[in-house]
């Protein structure tokens, strides 16, 4: 079956730093890849998708490419906020048949950013 | 412009009293789906509807059901809350898209105590 393989956290950053959170996935077929963000008390919001081998996604300052070869979706930016301390899901999910469309997530990575 | 709703934010419930959570959505999708997400955890998968197919996931207890009457409401009923239950209830929907992803579109969930 698939599966969604997240670094554990938490990650504590001071502003400014570079931010690297590790996802790698296994899946039967071709998935889209998702990374979503839950902050405090919210529900999950998509923060960015691929949806096929080296595209990059990519939403306020955040990056992820889609590395086929090495099964990977590692979410990165350059620069980070305070205002980005949250926790971060990656997902995926394939197409509506066969029961593969229901999303599969990883366990979460906490971010904490230090002014 | 919101999406998926959720009433209540916030409930409070006795314990052994049944409890009503309702989620509601405009953008017409085809699948909603029901987590639970206790603390620092990832969501976990309670059931979900395909247009009108209930799928129950396996580990569901029966204490949980749900109803989907239409397309835009789902509802999730707890029939007899314990303190376990006490977690947030999150509403999820997704179709596919034009990419061929399917994407997750959540509400911004329940807050459910138990006393």
């Known amino acids: 079956g698939n599966s969604v393989t997240q670094m554990e956290g938490p990650v504590t950053l001071s502003e400014e730093a570079f931010l690297t959170i590790n996802c790698t996935y296994t899946?039967?077929?071709?998935?889209?890849l998702f990374w979503y963000v839950q902050y405090p008390g919210e529900g999950l919001q998509l923060l960015l998708k691929a949806t096929k081998a080296d595209d990059k996604g990519s939403n306020k300052g955040f990056e992820a490419t889609y590395r086929k070869e090495t099964t990977s979706f590692h979410l990165e930016k350059g620069s980070v906020q305070v205002s980005d301390s949250a926790v971060y899901f990656c997902?995926?999910?394939?197409?509506?048949?066969?029961?593969?469309?229901?999303?599969?997530f990883g366990r979460g990575t906490s971010l904490i950013v230090h002014p | 412009d919101a999406m998926v709703i959720q009433n209540p934010r916030y409930q409070v419930t006795q314990f052994g009293k049944p409890v009503t959570l309702s989620c509601s959505q405009t953008?017409?999708?085809?699948?909603m789906y029901w987590y639970q997400q206790k603390s620092s955890q990832a969501p976990k998968l309670l059931f979900h509807?395909?247009?009108?197919?209930?799928?129950n996931e396996a580990d569901t207890p029966d204490n949980f059901q749900s109803r989907r009457p239409n397309t835009s409401f789902c509802f999730l009923d707890i029939r007899s809350p314990g303190l376990g239950d006490a977690a947030m209830y999150l509403c999820?929907?997704?179709?596919?898209?034009?990419?061929?992803?399917?994407?997750?579109?959540f509400g911004q969930g329940t807050r459910l105590t138990v006393v």
């Open positions: 509807y395909y247009d009108k197919d209930f799928n």
């Open positions: 999820a929907t997704s179709t596919q898209g034009r990419d061929g992803s399917t994407e997750a579109f």
């Open positions: 997902a995926l999910s394939e197409g509506m048949t066969g029961g593969s469309y229901i999303p599969t």
């Open positions: 953008l017409n999708h085809n699948v």
């Open positions: 899946a039967t077929g071709y998935p889209s």
